[in-house]
């Protein structure tokens, strides 16, 4: 019967969708994942990627499947965990999630990742959060730099992260970050004490906060820009 009905490839998403229960959803979607190695085909419009994201117990919902069925499931769905806080997961899907960037990046994924890598310290919110983590976790660094937006967004402007001086730098450079959406710009803005030194860099859309928290360094062109604006 089961055989049958993995023939669906949409079965997972109406099964997701479902007024299951939770323990009944994880029953049957492990099932399908034993049964076939094509896990992809059951992905319609994302939904196995998506209710994964979305597990705050990773463990719970793999631990019917042995573990090359378990890094098969994460290599094919390409999943990004909402919740890394697990100390039930075993090692082994730990190391394969934090090897591969399969984590969403919020701080407390952060702090679970560079802990679960290697030795922690709360230096990561005092000092240049970023080139602290460079320094240390080469891995991680690659995955913030190809997701910076993410990382300012959710990291830099939490409220543990200290305006430093260093980081207040590194805010200078991220404003001129083509990469960076202008609303976390002007988070930077209003957050970090930035000094501009040349504004005629900046997009218009910043101009008005620059002015409003005196960013800028005392210069005969930003005071030009001002006049001319």
Same mark, same amino acid.
């Given at each position: ?8 490839f949409?079965l997972c998403?109406?099964i997701?969708?479902s007024?299951?229960?939770? !323990? *009944?959803?994880?029953i049957i979607i ?5 049964l076939?190695d094509n896990?992809?085909n059951?992905?319609s419009?994302n939904c196995?990627?998506?209710?994964? &994201?979305? !597990?705050e ?7 019917d499947?042995n573990l090359e069925?378990?890094i098969l ?7 990004k $965990?909402s919740?890394?806080?697990? &100390?039930?997961c075993? *090692?082994e899907?730990?190391?394969h999630?934090?090897g591969?960037n399969?984590y969403k990046?919020?701080l407390d994924? @952060?702090? $679970?990742?560079l802990?679960f890598?290697g030795? $922690?310290?709360? #230096?990561l919110f #005092?000092s ?5 983590i %460079?320094?240390?976790y080469?891995k991680v660094?690659e995955?913030i ?7 300012v967004?959710n990291?830099? @402007? ?5 305006? %430093?001086?260093?980081n207040s +730098?590194?805010a200078h ?6 990469n +960076?959406?202008i609303?976390n710009? +002007?988070?930077l803005i209003?957050?970090f004490?930035?000094?501009?030194k040349?504004?005629?860099l900046?997009?218009?859309?910043l $101009? &008005?906060?620059i002015?409003?928290f005196? !960013?800028m360094?005392? %210069?005969w062109?930003?005071?030009q820009?001002?006049?001319?604006k």
């Amino acid at each position: 019967m089961v055989k049958f009905l993995i023939k669906d490839f949409t079965l997972c998403e109406k099964i997701i969708n479902s007024n299951l229960t939770e !323990r *009944k959803k994880h029953i049957i979607i492990n099932a399908i994942l034993n049964l076939d190695d094509n896990i992809i085909n059951y992905n319609s419009n994302n939904c196995l990627t998506s209710y994964l &994201e979305e !597990r705050e117990n990773i463990t719970l919902l793999m631990k019917d499947l042995n573990l090359e069925k378990v890094i098969l499931t994460f290599d094919s769905l390409q999943p990004k $965990f909402s919740y890394l806080t697990n &100390e039930l997961c075993p *090692k082994e899907q730990m190391e394969h999630i934090i090897g591969n960037n399969l984590y969403k990046l919020t701080l407390d994924n @952060l702090e $679970f990742a560079l802990d679960f890598i290697g030795e $922690f310290d709360n #230096t990561l919110f #005092t000092s240049n959060t970023f080139d602290y983590i %460079s320094s240390k976790y080469d891995k991680v660094s690659e995955y913030i730099n190809q997701n910076m937006n993410e990382f300012v967004s959710n990291i830099l @402007l939490n409220d543990v992260i200290v305006n %430093s001086k260093e980081n207040s +730098i590194f805010a200078h450079k991220l404003i001129v970050n083509n990469n +960076i959406d202008i609303e976390n710009k +002007i988070k930077l803005i209003v957050k970090f004490d930035i000094e501009v030194k040349d504004i005629s860099l900046l997009d218009d859309e910043l $101009f &008005e906060k620059i002015l409003e928290f005196n !960013r800028m360094t005392s %210069s005969w062109g930003n005071l030009q820009c001002v006049y001319n604006k």
